[in-house]
């Protein structure tokens, strides 16, 4: 609606604090970052779409799976090894 409507007003932020009104939306800023990520999406700027952002986080859930699912096996080889290490320095 916004990309439509540049061409109406002065200024794209004039746009954009019009068009959020009438819209609803209480902060005008939520507006224009939903158009930047449009813009991002149709090609018209340069930056991550909203696709490769949702496939970041779901790698960094992974990650983060994979961290924890690692983590009882860590501490038990540092145990198993302190342990180790104390029976035969005794």
Do not use: H, N
């Amino acid at each position: 609606m916004v990309l439509e409507s540049k061409a109406d007003y002065g200024s794209e932020y004039e746009a954009i604090r019009s068009i959020s009104a009438k819209l609803g939306i209480t902060s005008p800023e939520s507006l224009r970052k939903w158009v930047r990520q449009a813009e991002v999406d149709g090609g018209v700027r340069q930056g991550k779409t909203t696709q490769q952002i949702a496939e970041i986080r779901e790698l960094k859930k992974e990650v983060a799976e994979l961290r924890r699912a690692r983590l009882p096996t860590r501490c038990a080889k540092r145990f198993g090894s302190r342990s180790a290490t104390a029976t035969s320095s005794s």
